[in-house]
């Protein structure tokens, strides 16, 4: 098992800033490919950013305003959001899956992430 807790969410003016952190517990966490989804209200949830090492991964919604890191000795991944826009308002969840797998397995309780205008 491995358990996800994200933190840094929040209400932020259009074209700020937000890091949204990710702590993992319960594996080595080296062994996991994590990601970042979002859900707006009446949409589905949806891709934002991967990490599967070396190689990140964006929708192309976010790409140059957004960026996952992540510090393998702190089990946490984070996303450095900038330039945000109105719609980039949503509930943000970590993932996490198996190297191997393509089943995006674990998945946190969500921060909320508002921006106004």
């Known amino acids: 098992q491995v358990q996800l807790e994200e933190s840094g969410g929040g209400l932020v003016q259009a074209g700020g800033s937000l890091r949204l952190s990710c702590a993992a517990s319960?594996?080595?966490?080296?062994?996991?490919?994590m990601g970042w989804f979002r859900q707006a209200p009446g949409k589905e949830r949806e891709f934002v950013a991967g990490?599967?090492?070396?190689?990140?991964y964006y929708t192309d919604s976010v790409k140059g305003r957004f960026t996952i890191s992540r510090d393998n000795a702190k089990n946490t991944v984070y996303l450095e959001m900038n330039s945000l826009k109105l719609e980039d308002t949503a509930v943000y969840y970590c993932?996490?899956?198996?190297?191997?797998?393509?089943?995006?397995?674990?998945w946190g309780q969500g921060t909320q992430v508002s921006v106004s205008s």
């Open positions: 993932a996490a899956r198996l190297l191997v797998s393509t089943l995006w397995t674990y």
């Open positions: 319960g594996r080595t966490f080296s062994n996991y490919a």
């Open positions: 990490w599967r090492g070396p190689n990140t």
